[in-house]
């Protein structure tokens, strides 16, 4: 079975604070993908990579950064934690020869930004 | 621009009934449709998917139906038990190593 880790289930930051967010798998997939969640908003791209050190924004890329520098990790980074970065971030992995584009998520980091 | 809807409101259903739960989609041609589990503070998990040229898959109580006339996708619960209770969620997609949208999902609460 596919797992997927995150570094922390929650986390809290104070405003200003550079914060590290990190997921890896065990599954030798491609694709890694950062996804937040909030009610009512349902699932939202901030980041994807297809392969070590590419990157790809996704539909809300601002105020975050990411990296990949192995191929079963991926990092999240806020660069300067603000309160509205408040939520549930959500790692994810696919295999893109799979063709279905199947993902397999982690477990999530809840981050409160006070 | 590519929609995806689902039901925002929750669907509440007696344990033993069958909960069907509708995933709409618009100026999309996908060749999959994925459905989604999530349970509250975790992540979704991946349930089933389905083929444009299939009409119907099951996998033990659960069935998905997908109508590419309709641009709808039917997500079956049979004999619903209260452990059923989730958001589900259904993510159409055309594949080929591509990223995923998702629909906002739909909760299901099974009362006793």
């Known amino acids: 079975d596919v797992k997927v880790t995150q570094s922390s289930r929650y986390l809290v930051k104070r405003t200003g604070e550079k914060v590290f967010l990190e997921c890896v798998q065990d599954?030798?997939?491609?694709?890694m993908f950062w996804y937040r969640q909030d009610p009512g908003l349902g699932l939202r791209l901030i980041y994807f990579?297809?392969?070590?050190?590419?990157?790809e924004k996704g539909d809300i890329p601002e105020g975050y950064s990411v990296s990949r520098e192995k191929k079963e990790r991926f990092s999240l980074i806020l660069e300067s934690a603000s309160t509205n970065q408040t939520s549930m971030y959500l790692c994810?992995?696919?295999?893109?020869?799979?063709?279905?584009?199947?993902?397999?998520f982690g477990p999530g980091t809840r981050l409160t930004v006070l | 621009s590519q929609k995806i809807e689902q039901n925002s409101e929750a669907l509440n259903i007696q344990e033993g009934k069958t909960a069907t739960l509708t995933c709409n989609y618009t100026?999309?041609?996908?060749?999959?449709l994925q459905w989604y589990r999530q349970d509250p503070g975790r992540g979704p998990v991946f349930l089933l998917l389905?083929?444009?040229?299939?009409k119907e898959k099951r996998k033990e109580r659960l069935k998905v139906t997908f109508d590419t006339t309709l641009k709808q996708s039917l997500f079956h619960i049979t004999a619903s038990q209260p452990a059923d209770s989730a958001t589900y969620l259904c993510?159409?997609?055309?594949?080929?190593?591509?990223?995923?949208?998702f629909g906002t999902g739909t909760q299901l609460k099974v009362e006793l």
């Open positions: 990579s297809y392969d070590v050190k590419m990157k």
């Open positions: 994810a992995s696919s295999n893109p020869s799979a063709l279905t584009d199947t993902q397999y």
């Open positions: 993510a159409p997609t055309t594949g080929g190593g591509n990223k995923l949208t």
């Open positions: 389905i083929r444009e040229n299939e």
């Open positions: 599954m030798d997939h491609e694709n």
């Open positions: 100026n999309y041609s996908p060749a999959y």
